[in-house]
């Protein structure tokens, strides 16, 4: 499995947009790039997931440069609901030993 | 719809009790996990159950026994709990896409405390 590197917290205001950079240096080629969110006493939940380019829901977009060595969750106009922590992980359907490291803490003031 | 369901929710126990965390996923999902996150850090897998019969060790699977009973059971038990197994643990479920990774649905999680 791709090893990952993401900051260890972030701080932002309501309004403004948020991105988040995560560091996969030795990604395969078979694999694909997943966050995660998880709020206080909840387990985490899935945001998105993409391979290549740029992917966008409604909760947020995922940039992926050409090398695909990292990628960019971007989390637009944030509001205080959107503090919480992300993962970022890396792997392949075979992938069943999914780590989820200590992830950023994305703490938003009013 | 539940999705993934942990029970219980909060257990006190004491030094060398046993208990078994349950959980059922209503979702038809192939995979399920254990998860035990201790605080400010990440999640560790403790085991998964790739499919139906089968179970494997994850990072941290010390102290721990899993059984998958059918497709929407996969249960914890720890025999002799320590103090060292105070945590939350996430139970999560996974259905084998065709291209892709795992995506994994959580369940609320299960806070257990020994003493």
């Known amino acids: 499995l791709a090893k990952t590197t993401q900051p260890i917290s972030m701080d932002s205001y309501e309004g403004q947009e948020v991105n988040i950079t995560c560091s996969h240096n030795?990604?395969?080629?078979?694999?694909?790039i997943t966050w995660y969110q998880q709020f206080p006493s909840q387990g985490p939940r899935f945001i998105i997931q993409?391979?290549?380019t740029k992917v966008t829901n409604e909760v947020a977009s995922l940039f992926i440069p050409a090398d695909r060595k990292s990628s960019t969750l971007s989390l637009p106009r944030v509001s205080l609901s959107d503090t919480a922590v992300y993962y970022c992980?890396?792997?392949?359907?075979?992938?069943?030993?999914?780590?989820f490291g200590a992830g950023t803490t994305v703490t938003v003031r009013a | 719809n539940a999705g993934v369901t942990q029970t219980p929710k909060f257990q006190v126990l004491k030094t060398g009790q046993s208990m078994t965390l349950q959980c059922a996923q209503d979702?038809?999902?192939?995979?399920m996990y254990w998860y035990r996150q201790d605080p400010g850090m990440g999640l560790r897998l403790i085991y998964y159950?790739?499919?139906?019969?089968?179970?494997d060790k994850g990072e941290v699977p010390n102290g721990y026994n899993v059984s998958r009973l059918n497709k929407r059971e996969f249960s914890l038990r720890l025999e002799s709990a320590a103090p060292s197994q105070t945590s939350v643990y996430f139970c999560?479920?996974?259905?084998?896409?065709?291209?892709?990774?795992?995506?994994?649905?959580f369940g609320a999680g299960s806070r257990l405390t020994v003493l």
């Open positions: 999560a479920s996974s259905e084998q896409e065709i291209s892709g990774a795992n995506v994994l649905t």
């Open positions: 030795n990604i395969a080629t078979n694999d694909y």
């Open positions: 993409g391979y290549k």
């Open positions: 992980l890396v792997g392949d359907i075979r992938d069943y030993k999914l780590s």
């Open positions: 979702m038809n999902h192939n995979s």
């Open positions: 159950s790739a499919s139906e019969g089968t179970t």
